[in-house]
T-cell receptor, first 112, second 112 residues
Framework: GQQVMQIPQYQHVQEGEDFTTYCNSSTTLSNIQWYKQRPGGHPVFLIQLVKSGEVKKQKRLTFQFGEAKKNSSLHITATQTTDVGTYFC????????????FGTGTRLLVSP | NAGVTQTPKFRVLKTGQSMTLLCAQDMNHEYMYWYRQDPGMGLRLIHYSVGEGTTAKGEVPDGYNVSRLKKQNFLLGLESAAPSQTSVYFCATDRDFSYEQYFGPGTRLTVT
């Protein structure tokens, strides 16, 4: 079945440093979504990418969808303590009704 | 407008006991999902429903049953709890498989 892996599993940065998490799927995706989960909270939707090579920005966050639609990345510029949490990618296959498959997540810790 | 709610928030069970987790949504969404979240493993789909009266198995369905008698409610049952079912359980909904998922606050279950 479809598998989605994320790296790194954990990253600890100083406030102001950049952060990137990478997501790789074993199969071609129809779209990819990103979620953020604060400690003790629930996943909250950030964005969805649909097109090959698509790039979207949300303030300091930049999301990319690979040309082959099998990988994606989230880059945070100049991290802040409010960025702390676990970031999940989640992808859907590209045939028929496909369930969302979540990546393993990257836990981000930001020190002031 | 409560969105997605889950009851209970916390529960401790002894091995062999049974319980039902309730997910309720007021978003009029057709699709509902039950996930479990374990450290380092991301979110894994247990069961899902594409509409009232329908249910289907996800990635890790063993030991769980579900029912969707009303569109707004999705119940997850554990007939005979095992320590391996200690986890955080999240319910989620979406309008259909092209859209983002909305998560409930989660239920933290411990089986001793």
């Amino acid at each position: 079945g479809q598998q989605v892996m994320q790296i790194p599993q954990y990253q600890h940065v100083q406030e102001g440093e950049d952060f990137t998490t990478y997501c790789n799927s074993s199969t071609t995706l129809s779209n990819i979504q990103w979620y953020k989960q604060r400690p003790g909270g629930h996943p909250v939707f950030l964005i969805q990418l649909v097109k090959s090579g698509e790039v979207k920005k949300q303030k300091r966050l930049t999301f990319q969808f690979g040309e082959a639609k099998k990988n994606s990345s989230l880059h945070i510029t100049a991290t802040q303590t409010t960025d702390v949490g676990t970031y999940f990618c989640a992808g859907r296959g590209n045939t028929g009704f496909q369930k969302l498959v979540f990546g393993t997540g990257t836990r981000l810790l930001v020190s002031p | 407008n409560a969105g997605v709610t889950q009851t209970p928030k916390f529960r401790v069970l002894k091995t062999g006991q049974s319980m039902t987790l309730l997910c309720a949504q007021d978003m009029n969404h057709e699709y509902m999902y039950w996930y479990r979240q374990d450290p380092g493993m991301g979110l894994r789909l247990i069961h899902y429903s594409v509409g009232e009266g329908t249910t289907a198995k996800g990635e890790v369905p063993d030991g769980y049953n579900v029912s969707r008698l009303k569109k707004q409610n999705f119940l997850l049952g554990l007939e005979s709890a095992a320590p391996s079912q200690t986890s955080v359980y999240f319910c989620a909904t979406d309008r259909d498989f092209s859209y983002e998922q909305y998560f409930g606050p989660g239920t933290r279950l411990t089986v001793t």
